[in-house]
C-alpha cells in the first residue's frame, strides 16, 4: 500500500488490477471506480429491492445512486488516497472533493428516502457512512477492516437496505439474501487479496509443479494470477447477470 510510483515510470511492472487502465488523465478515473467490483456490490442492490413484494423503480434507482455515491466514489477514493494502491495521477484534493461529494450525496439521498419510507432507513442512513469512513481509516483498532467487514460492508448491507427501502421493514428472504452476498463476498476478498499481493507487492514467483507421472510444470506469477483473475472476472459478471435477470421480472 506504500508504492506510489505508477506503471509508466516503470513500463515493465504489470498494472495495478486487471481493470486498471494505461495511468493518466480519464483512464485515472475509470481505475478509481474499480468497475467490475463496483457493479458487482451495485448488483447486490438490484437483488435485494427484487425481493420486495412490490418494487418501486424511483427507489431502486435512488438507492443504486446512493451506494455508487457512497462505495464507487467516496470508498474509491479514500481508499486510493491511502497509499495510492491504483498508482493513480489524480490529485489528493480531487480524491478529499470525491470522497466528501460521494458521502454527502449519499446521505442527502437517504434522507428523502428517510421522508418517503419512514424512520427504518435511519440505522442504515447512519451506519452506511460509518462502514465507508470505518473500513478505510481503519478506525476502532481495524475492527471493520478484515475480510468479514468487508463482507458485511459490501455484500450483506446493501440486500438490506435496499430492501428495506422498498418495504419499510424486513422479512426473511432478504436475510437469507444477505448472507448469501456476505459468503459471496467472503469468496471475492479470497480471490482478490493474493491477486494484488501478486499484481503489487510481488517481483518474482518461481517454482514448479510435479504431476503423478513425472510431468513438471514451470510456476510464474503469471500462472498463479490467470486462475484468480479469471474467477473474479467471472464472478463479477455472474453476479450482475442474476441482478439483471430479477430486474427484467419484476420491472416489465
Known amino acids: 500500500m506504500t508504492e506510489r510510483s505508477s506503471p509508466a515510470d516503470r513500463p515493465d511492472e504489470p498494472r495495478p488490477a486487471y481493470y486498471a487502465a494505461r495511468v493518466g488523465g480519464w483512464r ?12 458487482w456490490h451495485l448488483a447486490y442492490v438490484v437483488i435485494g429491492a427484487c425481493l420486495a ?30 497509499g495510492r494502491p491504483l498508482r493513480t495521477r489524480i490529485p489528493s484534493s480531487a480524491l478529499v472533493a470525491v470522497a466528501v461529494a460521494g458521502l454527502a450525496g449519499a446521505v442527502a439521498l437517504g434522507i428523502a428516502g428517510i421522508v418517503q419510507v419512514g424512520w427504518v432507513l435511519v440505522p442504515f442512513l447512519v451506519v452506511g457512512p460509518m462502514l465507508v469512513v470505518g473500513y478505510n481509516f481503519e478506525v476502532f483498532g481495524g475492527v471493520v477492516h478484515n475480510d468479514v467487514g468487508f463482507a458485511a460492508s459490501w455484500g450483506a448491507f446493501p440486500v438490506l437496505t435496499a430492501y428495506v427501502a422498498q418495504t ?25 487479496t ?55 421480472a419484476r420491472l416489465r
Open 53 to 82: 413484494p412490490v418494487v418501486n423503480t424511483t427507489r431502486l434507482i435512488a438507492t443504486l445512486l446512493a451506494f455508487f455515491f457512497a462505495v464507487g466514489l467516496a470508498a474509491h477514493a479514500l481508499d486510493e488516497l491511502h
Open 168 to 192: 419499510g421493514t424486513l422479512a426473511l428472504a432478504p436475510v437469507i439474501a444477505a448472507f448469501g452476498a456476505l459468503t459471496l463476498s467472503l469468496a471475492q476478498r479470497a480471490l482478490s
Open 194 to 248: 493474493p491477486a494484488r499481493m501478486l499484481r503489487r507487492r510481488t517481483t518474482e514467483a518461481t517454482g514448479s509443479i510435479i504431476l503423478t507421472d513425472g510431468t513438471r510444470l514451470p510456476v510464474d506469477r503469471a500462472a498463479l494470477l490467470a486462475p484468480l483473475e479469471h474467477a473474479l472476472r467471472t464472478l463479477s459478471w455472474a453476479v450482475v447477470l442474476v441482478a439483471a435477470s430479477l430486474a427484467v
Open 28 to 39: 485515472d478515473w475509470w481505475t478509481l471506480l474499480h468497475p467490475p467490483y463496483t457493479a
